[in-house]
């Protein structure tokens, strides 16, 4: 028997250090597939931080570029509204321009007016003056001719006195300190009383003054008595002036929402049909009386209109006042000016008379030596000092604008010297505003006369010199009596 041939062995390898070899690889691999996706997945991350930050930052940027263009917007807004505010301010600002400038040409026109009827006013009495002096010096053997020229000058020498104190009176009256009474009074009574005052300017033109019915047992209006009354005085001497000789002024009233319209025109211009011609016109363009009446009224809350026909100076005038509503008080009662004593003779005064105008110092030294005083002149106030103190006289006429010193410095030293105390100092001075006279009082100036005065003024100081002298009166101190020409 054949021996069987053995089989080779077969080495078998142990399986599980393969499979943990197998495994660890596999792990390995793992691992570093997982690491990979790791770094892929941080990656990642990193890219969608990156992102969400630019994302952000897109947002944030939008956000304040969202905040800018509102803060444009609002600012749009608020510039458009300050354009807005400006140009209306500019419309505002042009406004008053136009109104400064339209006010400005009205004033112009109105001075211009002013201007053209103060000539006409001051032509008026110039022209006789001016024929009165050649005829003086063609009648020397007439003396009858002399006496009606003289009498032509004198009365136009008042009409130019009357001028000047209505151009002193406007200027007092346009002040804003100007002051006024505010008394009830009766209309009618007022115009009564005034009636009776113009009754030789009427009486000079045969011309009379028709007074409506209506005005008795109308309220108290209030107000100046006096100013009101001279505010119709001028009216009708305006009307007068220029109307037909025999002419009638007709003076009528009406009442309406507590307004009193009184109308002063011509009564043959009221009875005609009202005419299309009227034109209203400016009361600075119808002479010095009118500017005035004017003023007044308007000073008493009222109004004065004026139509005429087209290039006439005659008008008929409306005068609106108001109606107090409240039940007045009673008329006060006016305190009666005392009145210096009367003239005593022919006492003979010491008089000094200090102005530089020798024009002037020659013809009012002149009579009052006819008025038989005795009259010393200096024209300066230096002068006017020595000769006053070196020499007391009764009365002193002293000018205020002398030179070297003028006159209220002179009366401030000459008040200052003791044997002064008895003299009557008089201003004489061609200004007549209240702060003039106010001056003139602390001085201590007695009286204050603006030329040119009535002689009146002058024989009632002289009076008032004479009283002093003669004990019968003693000069107060302060006594200040601010006289002028009215």
């Known amino acids: 028997m054949q021996a069987t041939p053995s089989r080779p062995r077969i080495r ?3 399986v599980i250090p393969l ?60 510039a458009k509204a300050a354009l807005a505010d400006a140009q209306a301010a500019l419309a505002a600002v042009r406004s008053e321009r136009d109104l400064a400038r339209q006010d400005a040409e009205l004033a112009q026109r109105q001075r211009h007016a002013f201007l053209a009827g103060l000539a006409h006013d001051l032509r008026n009495p110039l022209a006789p003056l001016s024929n009165g002096i050649e005829l ?25 006195m009357r001028i000047a104190d209505e ?37 000079a033109q045969d011309a009379t003054l028709a007074i409506g019915p209506e005005f008795a047992g109308l309220a108290p209006l209030r107000g100046d008595e006096q100013r009101l009354s001279q505010a119709f005085g001028y009216l009708v001497n305006d009307l007068v002036r220029h109307a037909e000789r025999g002419s009638t002024v007709r003076i009528s009233g009406s009442v309406a929402d507590e307004q009193l319209a009184i109308v002063v025109a011509i009564a043959a211009d009221l009875d ?45 005038f409306t005068v609106t006042l108001p109606v107090p509503a409240a039940e007045p008080e009673a008329p006060a009662v006016a305190a009666k000016r005392v009145m210096p004593p009367g003239k005593p003779g022919d006492a003979v005064l010491t008089v000094l008379l200090a102005d530089d105008n020798v024009d002037f110092s020659h013809s009012f030294g002149t009579m009052l030596e006819l008025m038989g005083h005795r009259v010393d002149v200096v024209h300066d106030g ?20 002398m030179p070297a010193l003028d006159g209220v410095e002179t009366v401030r030293r000459v008040r200052g010297q003791g044997n002064t105390q008895d003299v009557l100092l008089v201003a004489v001075t061609g200004r007549g505003g209240a702060e003039d006279r106010a001056r003139a009082a602390e001085a201590g100036f007695d009286r204050y006369l603006v030329k040119p005065f009535a002689m009146q003024d002058v024989r009632d100081a002289l009076d008032a010199a004479q009283a002093i002298r003669s004990g019968a009166v003693l000069r107060a101190p302060g006594g200040f009596s601010p006289t002028h020409t009215t």
């Open 12 to 14: 078998r390898k142990p």
């Open 19 to 78: 499979l943990a070899l197998i495994c660890l690889v596999a792990l390995v691999v793992f691992v570093a597939v997982l690491a990979a996706r790791l770094r892929a997945a941080s990656s990642t991350i990193a890219e969608l931080r990156a992102q969400r930050d630019r994302d952000f930052d897109t947002i944030a940027n939008a956000r304040q570029e969202a905040l800018a263009m509102s803060n444009t917007a609002d600012d749009l807004a608020r």
């Open 136 to 160: 003086l010096r063609l009648t020397d053997n007439d003396p009858a001719g002399r006496l009606r020229t003289r009498g032509i000058m004198e009365r136009q020498v008042g009409n130019l």
């Open 167 to 203: 151009l002193s009176d406007l200027a007092r009256l346009s002040n804003s300190s100007a002051k006024l009474q505010d008394a009830p009074f009766d209309i009618a009574e007022l115009l009564r009383t005034f009636a009776g005052q113009l009754a030789p300017t009427l009486q």
């Open 272 to 316: 005609e049909p009202a005419s299309p011609m009227l034109e209203d016109a400016d009361a600075s363009a119808l002479g010095l009386g009118v500017s005035l009446a004017d003023q007044l009224i308007l000073m008493h809350e009222g109004h004065l209109s004026a139509r005429r026909p087209a290039g006439a100076r005659r008008a008929r």
């Open 382 to 401: 230096l002068a006017a000092v020595a000769s006053i103190v070196g020499s007391p006289p009764d009365i002193a006429f002293v000018d205020i604008g």
